[in-house]
């Protein structure tokens, strides 16, 4: 079992930052993949930003040049650093895990989510 727990949401006003953390652990060999996704009252759930293993990174149009994803491997961490806030930013953000084990390559986690409030 992977646990995920998030931290770093909150409210700011527009124009601010907020620095998102979620934490893997538990019984696997590796994270292949690490992503956030939100979902904002109302909208289906959306991909926000992701970094393979590899250190391959992607991100939503919406976010871009906003938002840096990264990832400390030693301490199976990924961080969003959230830049230059936008009211449309509120959602509530969703780490997600894909991780080894010894019986299956992917296996799929989530976190509880954490929420961001961006004000006008």
């Known amino acids: 079992q992977v646990q995920l727990v998030e931290s770093g949401g909150g409210l700011v006003q527009a124009g601010g930052s907020l620095r998102l953390s979620c934490a893997a652990s538990?019984?696997?060999?590796?994270?292949?993949?690490m992503a956030w996704y939100r979902q904002a009252p109302g909208k289906q759930r959306e991909l926000v930003a992701d970094?393979?293993?590899?250190?391959?990174?992607n991100y939503a149009d919406s976010v871009k040049g906003r938002f840096t994803i990264s990832r400390d491997n030693a301490k199976n961490t990924v961080y969003l650093q959230m830049n230059s806030l936008k009211p449309e930013d509120t959602a509530v953000y969703c780490c997600?895990?894909?991780?080894?084990?010894?019986?299956?390559?992917?296996?799929?986690?989530w976190g509880q989510g954490t929420q961001v409030t961006v004000s006008s």
């Open positions: 970094i393979t293993s590899g250190g391959s990174i």
């Open positions: 997600n895990a894909d991780v080894a084990t010894k019986t299956y390559s992917h296996l799929f986690y």
């Open positions: 538990g019984s696997f060999l590796s994270i292949n993949r």
